[in-house]
């Protein structure tokens, strides 16, 4: 089966740098996910790592390690309306299943 | 482009009833995919469905709930007698294909409350 490890919680303030680990145990691993989600609305990707090394969008960036089965979500210039759950979530099964992890909330204060 | 859309937004069952919950994708995707979201947990896979094929069912309870994708109109997650454990938010999501690196596109989800 697979495994997720993530932060129940992280709080940090407006402007500031956050980092959202993940830890994984899995196997036929074909990358790593991340989806935010706001009051227990829709799910919504931000980023996909296949392999090692950092992905960059805007103030979100990824990260991989597949040989520690880590990643990281990093989010920059922390704004008040990021503050939500983020989800690492595996992806297995040819690449079409997902397993996610428990979650990470984020309070972002002022 | 409307997104994925599942309705309805909130049931409410009695125990015993049936719950019917839909899901359409979005326009272009022909992979569809169930999760089930209990408080303050991540979302559990339940089944993977393209055009008139369950893919992957191995998430799914081997009573009472089926799931179908039909050649024409939504995709259908079914639950039977409900019970009060099935109470949890239902998301569907679609892809345009096989492969998470597309991203998977949710919908808004069915709250199911079972009373």
């Known amino acids: ?110 | 482009n409307a997104g994925v859309m599942q309705n309805p937004r909130h049931l409410v069952r009695r125990r015993g009833q049936e719950a019917r919950l839909r899901c359409s994708p979005m326009k272009g995707h022909s992979h569809v995919y169930w999760y089930r979201q209990l408080p303050e947990e991540g979302l559990k896979f339940m089944v993977y469905l393209q055009k008139e094929n369950i893919i992957d069912e191995s998430g799914m309870p081997k009573e009472r709930f089926s799931a179908e994708f039909p050649k024409e109109g939504p995709s259908i997650l079914r639950i039977q007698q409900v019970v009060r454990g099935d109470s949890a938010a239902y998301f569907c999501a679609s892809s345009p294909g096989q492969g998470s690196n597309y991203g998977y596109t949710f919908g808004s989800g069915t709250r199911l409350t079972v009373v």
């Open chain 1, 1 to 110: 089966g697979q495994s997720l490890e993530q932060p129940s919680e992280v709080t940090a303030v407006e402007g500031a740098i956050v980092q959202i680990n993940c830890t994984y145990q899995t196997s036929g691993f074909y990358g790593l996910s991340w989806y935010q989600q706001h009051d227990g609305g829709a799910p919504t990707f931000l980023s996909y790592n296949a392999l090692d090394g950092l992905e960059e969008t805007g103030r979100f960036s990824s990260f991989l390690s597949r040989s520690d089965s880590y990643g990281y979500l990093l989010l920059q210039e922390l704004q008040m309306k990021d503050s939500a759950s983020y989800f690492c979530a595996v992806a297995t099964g040819g690449g079409n299943k997902l397993t996610f992890g428990t979650g990470t909330q984020l309070k972002v204060e002022l």
